[in-house]
């Protein structure tokens, strides 16, 4: 080899320094600096390569052969940089184009503690309670068409008795027995008929709107200023006297937030599960949400009764359909009319004192 010429291998040694046109030496060059981006990587990377190519071919060298292998070399590195550099792309641009998932369960938790009353949620719930007469409504005509059908079948049968009694060839006890079970039968298709038809029965007249119901003077207090002010709160947006919700919330759980009741009735305003969810209450042990969901609740009942403030609280107690089913009155149970007697004693009036200072 001729005097003064580097070997491929002392090159590929001494790959990470530059030398200039003189041969002075610049200093180790850091080939894997910090970018900002893999186009950045890739510009800086053949700025070097071509610099490298420049220096080396300066450099004096006899050997045609040895300059050849030089370039060969580095135009592999520079392939190998340019594979890596496609590669980082790829990945950066496989991520950018994944959309983060949006977590379903904080939206449906932000849906359930939103009071605004305005969105396709709110107007779902206000329509929960009507829903619910109807479908009492419809179980009663699917238990009439039932109870007919069951009619139809006996009435073959007892006709057919008939005839065999007639031949002799049944007891008069077994004749007897079929004629008891058509009249039975047919007692059942008549009550039916007869809640379908109370059913049916407009709602009694308004005594006042649940949009009246405008809060009251009397003085009161739960002993708790949070949710004091959650009552006022929600009482003023949905249009329920705050002291209505107050007197409903002593009798129902006493103003404690854990109280449970032995039939799962649940925190503050007592929700059952089912109600809970209707109003999109996700935790009933929470105030807020408690008092949010029994007064949209309270409010529906009192526009499905018009106003009633006594068949509201019994619907609350007892459900909608059982004073539904009751003839638009306070059912008959014991549990439901002290319910509604003491909360109405308390509460003072089953009209608005605006309606009371009409009459």
């Known amino acids: 080899m001729p005097a003064g010429t580097q070997s491929p291998f002392n090159l590929m040694k001494q790959r990470h320094r530059i030398l200039n046109y003189d041969g002075a030496e610049q200093g180790p060059i850091n080939y894997f600096g910090n970018f900002n981006s893999v186009t950045d990587i890739v510009t800086t990377y053949a700025s070097r390569v071509s610099l490298l190519m420049m220096n080396i071919s300066s450099l004096k060298s006899p050997n045609i052969f040895v300059r050849f292998s030089r370039v060969a070399l580095l135009l592999g590195i520079a392939m190998l940089w340019l594979i890596s550099a496609g590669s980082v792309m790829a990945q950066e641009n496989g991520a950018a184009a994944s959309p983060v998932p949006e977590n379903p369960g904080v939206n449906l938790e932000k849906r359930a503690v939103t009071s605004g009353g305005t969105d396709k949620s709110t107007v779902t719930a206000q329509s929960a309670a009507s829903a619910g007469a109807t479908d009492y409504k419809s179980n ?35 004749m007897e027995s079929s004629d008891k079970s058509l009249a039975d039968a047919r007692a059942k298709v008549e009550e039916v008929a007869r809640q379908i038809a109370e059913a049916n029965k407009p709602a009694p007249a308004p005594v006042n709107s649940s ?36 007197c409903l919330m002593s009798q129902e759980s006493k103003f404690s937030n854990k109280a449970t009741s032995p039939k799962g009735a649940q925190g503050l305003m007592q ?12 935790n009933p042990y929470d105030m807020a949400q408690s008092i949010m969901g029994g007064t949209r609740y309270l409010k529906d009942l009192l526009k499905m009764f018009n106003g009633r403030v006594d068949l509201a609280l019994a619907g609350y107690n007892a459900g909608e359909n059982a004073v539904i089913k009751h003839g638009y009155t306070v059912p008959p149970y014991d549990e439901t009319r002290n319910y509604v007697k003491l909360i109405i004693k308390r509460y003072g009036r089953t009209t608005t004192p605006e309606q009371k200072a009409k009459s």
Not at 142 to 159: D, I
Not at 271 to 282: D, H, I, N, S
């Open 140 to 174: 009663l005509n699917s238990l009439a068409t039932l109870y007919q059908n069951e009619v139809q079948k006996l009435q073959k049968q007892n006709s057919q008795s008939k005839d065999l009694y007639g031949h002799g060839l049944i007891s008069r006890v077994e």
């Open 211 to 246: 949009s009246d119901l405008i809060a009251s003077n009397q003085v009161w207090s739960t002993g708790n200023t949070r949710v004091d002010g959650l009552i006022r709160y929600y009482g003023n947006n949905y249009g329920v006297d705050p002291y209505l919700i107050y």
């Open 271 to 282: 929700l059952m599960p089912g109600t809970a969810a209707r109003y999109g209450v996700m």
